[in-house]
């Protein structure tokens, strides 16, 4: 499928509006959450700076990393409004948003990184963003990711009734809230920069993280087991205001959405090729670890499916997806 062309045709009430608009140089903003040594950062100044060049100077964006504009819910709103210009977000705000983004949280949709990348390559992924603009006025321009989620915790976890009662931090989204619940845990919904205190407070007993971010973040200092189960895939999506897209002449928003579109694809092929590098560098670290696979949360997945299958229609289109890439 060609992007640019579903892109436009999700705009097609402003487009011809657009084309009459002439290029002017703009400032923009755009915000994320994570730090600014994290991937996602530096693949967002990679980014600016790629934009520079290519619009010979007409066009700069400044970056906001660690949260500095609010969290994924106020920067959404702030995108809503023209207030912020772009973002790089977590699926997890779109998907409260927009239910039919849960589908990408089925637990074992994919086997890894490789597969999870591929399927958020696949036009059935592109698909769901064509959803945005009417649903939540954002135009996703495509998608990263961070690598499968695991299990670190501060007592062993051998089975899943050893998460019943665990105050277990997750990223404040639906899909993993009902995983977790699912599980007997108890999720504590934090932002990835509040949870190095709360495992060293007490405050919960077990995070859901990536690979990367208990590296860089250090949350091993806290915690000494880790259920390698990469239960999940983590996507992100890099997304530009309707509000300011409409603004934009034809030829800045091809401008745009190949050079965000590249440094995206970056991040994709990033992870890929960290993963097992970072794997191996937690193993070597001084951890218990146990590893777990679909038959281990067997019973919670039966629990998400029965309710997920129907609030995210989406679902079976990528899982069919899924299972192609499979083959
Ligand atoms: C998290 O909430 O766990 C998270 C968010 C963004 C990047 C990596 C992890």
């Known amino acids: 499928m060609n992007r640019l062309k579903t892109l436009t045709l999700a705009v097609a009430a402003t487009a011809l509006a657009a084309t009459s608009l002439t290029a002017q140089a703009r400032d923009f903003r755009l915000g994320l959450i ?16 790629s934009l520079h060049e290519r619009s010979d100077g007409e ?5 906001y990393p660690a949260q500095q504009l609010g969290n994924e819910a106020q920067m959404v709103q702030q995108l809503q409004t023209g207030a912020l210009d772009m973002a790089f977000l977590t699926i997890a705000e779109i998907s409260n948003r927009i239910p039919d983004f849960g589908a990408l949280y089925a637990p074992y949709l994919v086997d890894g990184v490789d597969h999870a990348a591929e399927l958020l390559r696949s036009d059935t992924a592109a698909e769901l963003l064509e959803l945005m603009p009417a649903e939540v006025g954002l135009v996703g321009l495509g998608y990263g990711m961070v690598g499968m989620r695991q299990v670190l915790s501060r007592a062993p976890i051998e089975s899943q009734d050893d998460m019943r009662g665990k105050r277990l931090r997750i990223t404040p989204f639906d899909p993993i809230r009902d995983f977790y619940t699912a599980t007997g845990a108890s999720p504590a919904p934090l932002p990835l920069l509040e949870v190095y205190d709360a495992l060293a407070n007490g405050q919960v007993d077990a995070i859901d993280m990536d690979f990367d971010s208990i590296l860089i973040l250090k949350f091993h200092e806290q915690a000494d087991n880790l259920l390698i189960s990469n239960h999940m895939m983590f996507p992100m999506v890099g997304v530009v205001s309707g509000r300011v897209w409409r603004e934009l002449s034809v030829e800045d928003r091809e401008l745009i959405e190949t050079t965000m579109a590249e440094h995206l694809e970056n991040v994709l092929t990033g992870f890929q090729e960290m993963d097992a590098a970072q794997e191996e560098e937690i193993r070597q670290l001084d951890l218990n670890i146990v590893e777990a696979d679909a038959e281990f949360f067997s ?12 609030k995210a229609p989406m679902l079976e289109a990528l899982r069919e997806e899924a299972e192609r890439l499979r083959q």
């Open 34 to 49: 994570t730090p600014p040594q994290h991937l996602w950062s530096t693949e967002a100044e990679a980014f600016a700076e």
């Open 59 to 63: 066009h700069s964006v400044s970056v």
């Open 299 to 310: 019973e919670a997945i039966a629990e998400w499916e029965a309710s997920w299958a129907e």
